[in-house]
């Protein structure tokens, strides 16, 4: 199946905007006739029922400048200091332009960790999940504050396909200062073009992409390539257009020179299949036979369907899913842990909270986290 190369057949988009295209290079202060710009684009997107993510680079731009730290690659302690005080200006310059159009925005500092640690990832994935459900625009960036360079992203290209991945975004747009992946270095060769489609990050690709680095922007085409395999991997699709003209999401509507990276599966596919394939379960639940017909019908199983729980496992593990006779029905990413399944087990979801002293989920596995074989 090929995927459409179009901003509107995406439900939930996340848009990376580099620093080069919101800070003003001098003054270290936010293009707001841009960023005004931008915020109406976003908004022609919500107003159709998208769900849009914001990742946002610029924090250590405009913090150094306002700090008045000098030119050049600072200490660890000083892009901190510098992120500290730009990403407030920053958030606060989103929040008034997105206001104009009564959207929300809501600030998310990650680290490398919320990311990798599973039990944190289902928290950030959670949270991120509750701002979408009710309205807001997430606006993420790299919490530079507390991350070390061992423990970083370090780009925000790469924590943007994480993001990506993390939500089940059907499109990432990298909106950079350059419009796309080209055949060689452009300002080596003026022969070289931009290459509309890529399916595949072949070592051929790989090749094309040279070094770019700037003294704000740490990404460059490799950065960008990595985010692609992973957005490949995880059926999102990506591009890659020139955002430094006013509205770039419009641009890229009617048309603008990009780079899309196009995916075979689609994001719940590529989900549905690492929870198959890939993780190896910690447990099993068993079932009764209303909660096997259930399954059968593609509804999400309660705890009340529960009649044995198998293993010691933690929230967000993967198990197993077993009918009274032992066969195998299927694997699901668990809602709680071994210890409180077996205390809500048989019981109906709203006596979860006397039972566990917290309100949970419903379920106890969502069928979006849930594979029937
Ligand atoms: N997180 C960094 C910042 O906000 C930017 C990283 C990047 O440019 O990719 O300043």
């Known amino acids: 199946m090929t995927q459409s190369k179009e901003l509107i057949t995406g439900k939930r988009v996340v848009i990376k905007i580099g620093s080069s295209l919101l800070v003003d290079q001098e003054h270290g202060t936010v293009h707001r006739k841009w960023l005004q710009a931008l915020a109406q684009d976003v908004a022609v997107l919500s107003g159709r029922g998208q769900e849009v993510i914001i990742v946002s680079s610029g924090a250590i731009a405009v913090g150094r400048r306002h700090l008045k730290l000098p030119?050049?690659?600072?200490?660890?302690?000083?892009?901190?200091?510098?992120?500290?005080?730009?990403?407030?200006?920053?958030a606060h310059a989103y929040q008034e332009v997105m206001a104009e159009h009564d959207l929300t925005v809501a600030q998310v500092l990650l680290t490398l960790d919320d990311s990798e640690d599973r039990r944190r990832y289902i928290n950030a994935r959670n949270t991120l999940g509750a701002l979408i459900r009710l309205?807001?625009?997430p606006l993420i960036n790299e919490n530079d504050t507390v991350a070390t360079d061992e423990i970083r992203f370090g780009d925000n290209d790469r924590l943007a396909a994480r993001v990506a991945a993390m939500i089940s975004a059907d499109i990432l747009v990298l909106l950079s200062d350059i419009d796309g992946l080209y055949t060689a270095d452009p300002?080596?060769?003026?022969?070289?073009?931009?290459?509309?489609?890529?399916?595949?990050?072949?070592p051929e690709i790989e090749a094309m992409a040279g070094?770019?680095?700037?003294?704000?922007?740490?990404?460059?085409?490799?950065?960008?390539?990595?985010?692609?395999?992973?957005?490949?991997?995880?059926?999102?699709?990506?591009?890659?257009?020139?955002?430094?003209?006013?509205?770039?999401?419009?641009?890229?509507?009617?048309?603008?020179?990009?780079?899309?990276?196009?995916?075979?599966?689609t994001p719940k596919g590529a989900r549905k299949r690492?929870?198959?394939?890939?993780?190896?379960?910690?447990?099993?639940?068993?079932?009764?036979?209303?909660?096997?017909?259930?399954?059968?019908?593609?509804?999400?199983l309660l705890p009340a369907g529960v009649v044995g729980v198998e293993g010691e496992f933690q929230r967000g593990d993967a198990v197993v899913l077993k009918a009274a006779d032992g066969r195998e029905l299927g694997r699901g990413l668990v809602a709680y842990s071994a210890k409180d399944a077996r205390m809500?087990?048989?019981?109906?979801?709203?006596?979860?909270?006397?039972?566990?002293?917290?309100?949970?989920?419903?379920?106890?596995?969502h069928r979006d986290d849930l594979v029937v074989s």
């Not at 300002?187 to 072949?202: F, G, K, L, M």
Request: net charge negative; glycine share 10%; hydrophobic share 45%.
């Open 71 to 90: 030119a050049g690659v600072l200490k660890l302690d000083e892009s901190q200091a510098a992120a500290a005080t730009g990403m407030v200006r920053l």
């Open 135 to 137: 309205g807001a625009v």
């Open 187 to 202: 300002r080596q060769n003026p022969d070289a073009d931009v290459i509309s489609e890529v399916t595949e990050i072949t």
């Open 211 to 265: 070094e770019a680095l700037t003294e704000d922007s740490r990404g460059g085409m490799i950065t960008k390539l990595a985010a692609a395999k992973a957005c490949l991997a995880n059926g999102c699709r990506m591009v890659i257009t020139d955002g430094t003209e006013m509205h770039p999401l419009k641009r890229l509507e009617d048309g603008a020179k990009a780079t899309w990276f196009l995916p075979s599966a």
């Open 274 to 300: 690492w929870i198959a394939g890939v993780l190896s379960p910690q447990g099993a639940l068993l079932l009764d036979e209303g909660a096997v017909r259930a399954l059968a019908s593609g509804k999400s």
């Open 344 to 365: 809500i087990m048989g019981y109906k979801t709203s006596e979860i909270e006397t039972l566990l002293g917290y309100r949970g989920r419903d379920e106890m596995i």
